[in-house]
């Protein structure tokens, strides 16, 4: 149902641009995270005529673009995820066995190539930290849609 049928926008507080804006509220509080039985109650109560059947469609298709915006959105922080967590851990596994066996450590104790180790291995390790929050909060999206959480970041 395409909600934008009942707007006729150059009417005036006609019937259809007030149920339009009812239905468009609806739309807004299900991309904010609110609980689509009490965005239901709440429409319900509102001066307008609507049908009960007409309101449910609109909520219906408001949770389906909300859903798929959501899985857009975790599709896409699981591939910057993985762009970050997997050449920031290896990065990182690397450095700390390079700087664990004394590679790094023996060519110069307290000058810059052991401390730029240490500031490349914090580096790496806080891009895998990032790289596998995203990862997660990916996963979350994808799977579970609108029910993920509140505002599309």
Known sequence: ???????????????????????????????????PEEIRKWALTQDVEATARQI???????????SAAMRRGGRRDLLIGAAFFLPGGGLAA??????????FHGIAVGRVPSVLAYVLLLISAAAAVFGG???????????FGHRAGGVDA
Do not use: C, F, H
Request: glycine share 6%; hydrophobic share 45%.
């Open 56 to 66: 449910d469609e609109a909520l219906a298709e408001a949770i389906r673009r909300r």
């Open 94 to 103: 690397w450095m700390g066995y390079e700087i664990s066996v004394g590679v």
């Open 133 to 143: 929050w995203l990862l997660l909060r990916g996963l979350d999206r994808v799977i």
């Open 1 to 35: 149902m395409n909600w934008r049928e009942y707007a006729p926008r150059d009417v005036p507080d006609s019937e259809d641009k007030k149920l339009a804006k009812l239905i468009d509220e609806m739309q807004a509080r299900i991309t904010w995270g609110e609980d």
